[in-house]
C-alpha cells in the first residue's frame, strides 16, 4: 500500500501508533497494580519525556507531604494525568496516593478537567 500510494507513511505511524497504544491499554485494563515499581515501570512506558516523568513524581512527592492541594496538583498536571487516563494507568496512579480519600476525588477531577473528556486521545 504504501509503494502504490495509497497509504502516507504518517498514516501508517499513525496506525501503528493506534495498535500499540490500544495493546498497552487492554493489558492494563482490570489489571491489579499492587507493585509500585510495575507502576513506575508503565509510567516510564507512557511518559518517555524524561523532564514530563520528573515533573510528575515531583508533583507527587508534594501532593503526599501536603505541600500541595489535590487541586492544585490536577491543575499542574492535567494533560500528564488525562494521558495516564487514557492509557488505563490513573486508577494505579490513585493506588499510590497515600491518601485513600484523595483516590476517588482524583479520578472524579481529572474526568471533569481532562481536555479530552472521555475522548481516546490516540483517535
Known sequence: LLEAGEVEMDQLVSAMDKAAAEKRRAERRGRVWDDPKEILAAL?????DLDELARFREASRRLGRKEISLEEYVDDLIFT???LRAEELLPAVAGLLPDSAM???LLEMVAEKAPHKGRDLFM
Open 81 to 83: 494525568l488525562d494521558t
Open 44 to 48: 516510564k512506558q507512557t511518559l518517555p
Open 103 to 105: 483516590r476517588p476525588r
